[in-house]
């Protein structure tokens, strides 16, 4: 969507508002004071309207008329206070319109807020106006002309540029200035410049300035009067003393509001942490910068410094625009690692969470005695030391008691007072923090933050929002049970009606060791003085670590059932060991045709009973996707998020082909209401025609199926086989045959195994002979790839691919052994060659090889090399998709190693349903349509009712929007429609688990 404007005209393209209009405002009245002018003086510039003024979701463009932009060069950005917004902009239109020059700047107010705000990413902070000179004359004209009219004004530094003089507003970069980036390897867009020989580089926007050596500085070469001569790289300093006394010797972490780092005092030897702010990065919407921030944090500090609940403050220093706050180093980690660490089923035990609810109760009554609020208590401004103790980290939007106070704090844990909106509306009060002690107390009692999108269109306060969750994690974990009466209380809509601390710590010590029988019933009511019961702990957190030595465990039920319906070829893809190896080696080709999935509509997942919250999600989730579907909108089909913005709008993981996956299915659904479905059909109808037409509008076609245009054409032909429509499966079937077949990166995702799955899937629902010789061609290159490191068969990215994930070597399905092993068994089942199965198996070695029990559970890492603690559970890394290979290797090889490591995966994606967030890449949804994998190959019932306690799991984290109950996307606070990281996904998973049917983006399911 764009909103142009010529002159004070503007016209629709699109069926979103603009941002805000009065930054907007400013430059058309600027563009109109500018054609009076020159029609005044005779000078011939154009007029107002013939200028194009177009509005996104973030920024505004203007351009001149006829105007063409250079492909690269130097660019000048210009920041501001979010306060002088409008006189900047004013005083640089002054500049820029006469002189007919291009730029862009955020196209509101709240906009320019989060880039000046300590939320904003390091490389982006600050770049209010973007300004695109002709050529490097004009640049540096225009350079001095915008220092001269913003001398006396101030703004936030900008960390990716260099300021034309110490102090300026004004800073430039060299970068690409098209209007559309070049789609890169990882499926994101990114401006790609080029260097004098004509080869493409990276347009890397670092945190610092970092421009191209072939690219000499104008304003240097100015200031020395002769071209500059490359230098030696100046030596880094072997330590950063900061005010002369602070070696720094690690970062903790960096933000555009400054960094936190380790260090030593050199007066002492002592250990220490200091902390940095950036003048003018705003940290509330007050406008309060990051230094002002960190000046009143070091007098709380020193307020508090007899009490013992913080770190003791040692030195205040002020460099330049720059202040650094050195306080004590105490040992111990954020009460979210802590919390990490020990929950379990889903809370931390209780004989743990006990005495940190009570030190917890006691920290917040000694800091509420010295008259002050915190404002921002959360788990990562808590830290637990080694002996239990607690310690405040973080006190910048601490305030007096009955100071004027605006929003502040984390989400989730701020209490609704708090929230963005309010500036200064209110008095800081004390139960703004037993609010947020509240939410504390809802992580010891589920391992989760209390944090779920905000409604649309209805209000609902916390215990509304979130009680379902707690009631959820009440029935099977005794914190919960205790905690829940006090969290209800403390979550109170009204401060004034929230439980004080007193109340809180009588409540607490009047809890016994066990819970009793009506402790669910408190739950929902919130009565009670607090459950009785036996104490109950959960599984250890701890791992072996131990690389599995490839024997096989003792089966759980001691013989693997049989997998009726798989295919065979001559006993090669049948039996298990050697003695079904014979057979398929004599028959490398079978000629008569594709071979079918082994997923017949018999061993399809038949529908688990579904309860009606299930149907209202599905239901309600699928209009959601409909109603927000945007076909007349050029670059996204549907909203994304920020992250997102970026990545290619065609592809599954993130644009339109995952979605329309989804609702073609659903559409497909027999046992959906006919009212849904026929709306369903009509949207496939409208999506399958953007998607067709915007992949068709990008010349670079990349070979993944997740970020590919192999899901592309995948989406298309399901698509085109729901509506019937010849042309539109002509047209998948001729963008699957331009999909790349031979590519550096061997993975599913991005790589080659992805287009593989393609062509298999292909081959298996047209039997063109052309997607066979594709799918064994691609086969064949994959075999080849294949690399023996430390005992396993790896398939590596290699190390000068131009991708983020060059040199990569990982073990699961999206980028990994566990994926190119699929695909490789795939194609062994649809051309009966041997070889193929071969590489299958050689890929389940290196996974049983590298895999990490614990008790019933398995988790592989993310790469051979990485820690004993790292062990995700998901289908991207770990143990889901993992799973999903060798549950399938299973089927086709009856290898009982293969089936019990696969139902040992199902066991830790079970155990982590807790603690996972709600996607198909990284959470509930993926590892749900494990266990019906699970379920289908195995027949055992057990996956299918763990598939059903991750749908209650996705139940309790949804939003109302407009009416429609949504789930959370990956960021937990957000929704988004995507299928890899949003509705989409969680929606994919239900349907298969109410209404049955094959597993999207994997096994083919014709209309």
């Given at each position: 969507m764009a909103t142009t404007t010529r002159g004070n005209r503007a016209e629709r393209t699109g069926g979103h508002d603009a941002p805000g209009t009065n930054l907007v405002d400013r430059v058309r009245a600027a563009l109109d004071r500018d054609a009076v002018g020159a029609r005044e003086q005779g000078t011939g510039r154009a007029a107002a309207d013939a200028w194009d003024v177009r509005s996104d979701d973030f920024w505004c463009t203007v351009r001149p008329p006829g105007h063409a932009a250079r492909a690269q060069g130097w660019k000048i950005h210009v920041s501001a206070r979010t306060g002088d917004a409008s006189h900047v902009l004013g005083r640089v239109c002054d500049v820029l319109l006469p002189r007919r020059v291009a730029f862009r700047f955020a196209g509101d107010l709240e906009r320019l807020r989060m880039l000046n705000s300590l939320e904003a990413d390091r490389a982006?902070?600050?770049?209010?106006?973007?300004?695109?000179?002709?050529?490097?004359?004009?640049?540096?004209?225009?350079?001095?002309?915008?220092?001269?009219?913003?001398?006396?004004?101030?703004?936030?530094?900008?960390?990716?540029?260099?300021?034309?003089?110490?102090?300026?507003?004004?800073?430039?970069?060299?970068?690409?200035?098209?209007?559309?980036?070049?789609?890169?390897?990882?499926?994101?867009?990114?401006?790609?410049?080029?260097?004098?020989?004509?080869?493409?580089?990276?347009?890397?926007?670092?945190?610092?300035?970092?421009?191209?050596?072939?690219?000499?500085?104008?304003?240097?070469?100015?200031?020395?009067?002769?071209?500059?001569?490359?230098?030696?790289?100046?030596?880094?300093?072997?330590?950063?003393?900061?005010?002369?006394?602070?070696?720094?010797?690690?970062?903790?972490r960096h933000s555009a509001k400054g960094g936190v780092f380790l260090g030593k005092d050199t007066t002492d030897d002592a250990d220490v942490v200091v902390k940095q702010a950036r003048a003018h990065i705003e940290v509330d919407r007050s406008g309060r910068d990051a230094c002002a921030a960190l000046r009143h944090e070091a007098v709380l500090m020193r307020r508090l410094e007899h009490t013992g609940v913080t770190p003791r403050p040692i030195a205040l220093l002020e460099e330049a625009e720059t202040i650094f706050l050195a306080q004590e180093r105490v040992p111990g980690e954020p009460l979210r690692a802590w919390v990490v660490r020990h929950a379990a089923d889903p809370d931390v035990p209780w004989a743990l969470a006990r005495p940190l609810v009570e030190d917890l109760v006691g920290l917040v009554?000694?800091?509420?005695?010295?008259?002050?609020?915190?404002?921002?208590l959360s788990p990562t401004n808590v830290l637990v030391g080694p002996d239990g103790a607690l310690r405040l980290v973080d006190l910048e939007s601490a305030a007096?008691?009955?100071?004027?106070?605006?929003?502040?704090?984390?989400?989730?844990?701020?209490?609704?007072?708090q929230r963005p909106g309010v500036d200064g509306s209110h008095r800081a009060h004390p139960s703004a923090d037993l609010y947020s002690l509240g939410g504390l107390f809802f992580l010891l009692a589920t391992g989760a933050d209390p944090a779920l999108p905000e409604d649309v269109g209805t209000t609902r306060d916390t215990v509304e929002r979130l009680g379902a969750w707690l009631e959820l994690a009440a029935r099977h974990g005794a914190t919960a049970r205790r905690l829940a009466p006090a969290i209800r209380g403390l979550w109170h809509g009204d401060p004034a009606q929230r439980w004080s601390a007193e109340r809180v710590s009588s409540f607490v010590a009047g809890l016994g060791g066990g819970v009793g029988?009506?402790?669910?019933?408190?739950?929902?009511?919130?009565?009670?003085?607090?459950?009785?019961?036996?104490?109950r702990s959960g599984p250890t957190d701890g791992t072996s670590g131990e690389p599995h030595d490839g024997a096989s465990p003792q089966p759980s039920d001691g013989t693997p059932p049989g997998a009726g319906g798989v295919p065979r070829c001559g006993g090669g893809l049948a039996g298990g060991g050697a003695e079904g190896r014979t057979g398929c080696a004599a028959r490398q080709d079978v000629p008569d045709g594709p071979r079918p999935h082994p997923d017949t509509e018999g061993d399809k997942v038949p529908p688990h009973p579904q309860p009606p919250e299930d149907d209202v999600l599905l239901r309600d989730g699928l209009a959601h996707l409909v109603a927000t579907?945007?076909?007349?909108?050029?670059?996204?089909?549907?909203?994304?998020?920020?992250?997102?913005?970026?990545?290619?709008?065609?592809?599954?993981?993130?644009?339109?082909?995952?979605?329309?996956?989804?609702?073609?299915?659903?559409?497909?659904?027999?046992?959906?209401?006919?009212?849904?479905?026929?709306?369903?059909?009509?949207?496939?109808?409208?999506?399958?025609?953007?998607?067709?037409?915007?992949?068709?509008?990008?010349?670079?076609?990349?070979?993944?199926?997740?970020?590919?245009?192999?899901?592309?054409?995948?989406?298309?032909?399901?698509?085109?086989?729901?509506?019937?429509?010849?042309?539109?499966?002509?047209?998948?079937?001729?963008?699957?045959?331009?999909?790349?077949?031979?590519?550096?990166?061997?993975?599913?995702?991005?790589?080659?195994?992805?287009?593989?799955?393609?062509?298999?899937?292909?081959?298996?629902?047209?039997?063109?002979?052309?997607?066979?010789?594709?799918?064994?061609?691609?086969?064949?290159?994959?075999?080849?790839?294949?690399?023996?490191?430390?005992?396993?068969?790896?398939?590596?990215?290699?190390?000068?691919?131009?991708?983020?994930?060059?040199?990569?070597?990982?073990?699961?399905?999206?980028?990994?052994?566990?994926?190119?092993?699929?695909?490789?068994?795939?194609?062994?089942?649809?051309?009966?060659?041997e070889g193929y199965l071969d590489g299958a198996r050689a890929a389940a070695h290196s996974l049983a090889r590298s895999v990490r029990v614990d008790g019933d559970g398995a988790w592989w890492p993310q790469g051979p090399g990485d820690p004993a603690g790292v062990r995700p559970a998901y289908w991207c890394s770990g143990s889901a998709g993992v799973g999903t290979f060798l549950i399938r290797l299973w089927r086709a090889d009856h290898d009982p190693l293969h089936r019990d490591l696969a139902e040992r995966a199902g066991a830790a994606v079970h155990r982590a349903r807790w603690h996972s967030g709600t996607t198909a890449c990284h959470g509930l949804a993926g590892n749900g349509e494990f266990l019906l994998d699970l379920a289908e190959a195995s027949g055992e019932p057990i996956h299918r009712a763990r598939a059903a306690e991750l749908a209650d799991q996705l139940r309790v984290r949804t939003a109302i929007v407009d009416g429609l109950r949504v789930p959370a996307d990956e960021t937990a606070t957000g929704v988004s429609a995507s299928y890899g990281t949003g509705t989409a996904g969680v929606l994919g998973f239900l349907l298969r688990l109410g209404h049955g049917g094959a597993r999207l983006w994997l096994d083919g399911e014709e209309a």
């Open positions: 982006s902070a600050g770049k209010f106006i973007t300004v695109y000179p002709d050529d490097d004359e004009q640049f540096m004209e225009l350079v001095d002309a915008l220092d001269e009219v913003t001398r006396e004004l101030t703004g936030p530094g900008i960390l990716s540029d260099r300021p034309c003089r110490p102090g300026s507003v004004v800073h430039y970069r060299y970068g690409g200035f098209g209007r559309r980036a070049v789609l890169g390897n990882d499926g994101g867009y990114r401006a790609v410049p080029t260097d004098p020989g004509g080869s493409a580089v990276d347009d890397a926007r670092e945190a610092w300035f970092t421009p191209p050596s072939w690219a000499p500085d104008p304003l240097v070469q100015r200031a020395r009067s002769a071209p500059v001569v490359a230098s030696a790289p100046v030596p880094r300093r072997a330590e950063v003393l900061i005010g002369g006394r602070f070696a720094v010797t690690s970062a903790l009554r000694t800091v509420h005695g010295e008259g002050l609020v915190i404002r921002d007096e008691i009955g100071a004027p106070a605006g929003a502040a704090g984390t989400p989730g844990y701020r209490a609704p007072e029988a009506d402790a669910v019933h408190n739950v929902r009511s919130g009565s009670g003085d607090g459950p009785s019961g036996g104490a579907m945007t076909p007349g909108r050029e670059n996204r089909l549907w909203p994304m998020t920020a992250g997102a913005a970026a990545m290619d709008p065609c592809s599954v993981q993130y644009g339109a082909a995952g979605v329309l996956g989804v609702l073609a299915r659903a559409a497909h659904t027999t046992t959906l209401e006919p009212r849904l479905r026929y709306t369903l059909h009509r949207a496939v109808e409208d999506g399958a025609r953007w998607l067709r037409d915007r992949a068709a509008a990008e010349p670079v076609v990349l070979p993944g199926l997740h970020f590919g245009r192999s899901g592309t054409a995948w989406a298309l032909h399901d698509a085109a086989a729901l509506l019937g429509d010849a042309e539109l499966a002509a047209g998948a079937a001729d963008l699957a045959l331009r999909v790349p077949i031979a590519w550096p990166n061997p993975d599913v995702c991005h790589g080659a195994a992805g287009a593989g799955l393609l062509q298999v899937r292909m081959w298996r629902a047209t039997g063109d002979e052309r997607f066979r010789q594709r799918l064994v061609a691609c086969a064949d290159t994959l075999l080849g790839a294949a690399r023996q490191a430390g005992g396993l068969t790896l398939w590596p990215v290699p190390k000068d691919f131009d991708s983020r994930l060059a040199g990569a070597a990982h073990l699961g399905f999206a980028h990994g052994v566990a994926g190119v092993g699929t695909f490789l068994l795939e194609a062994a089942l649809a051309t009966g060659r």
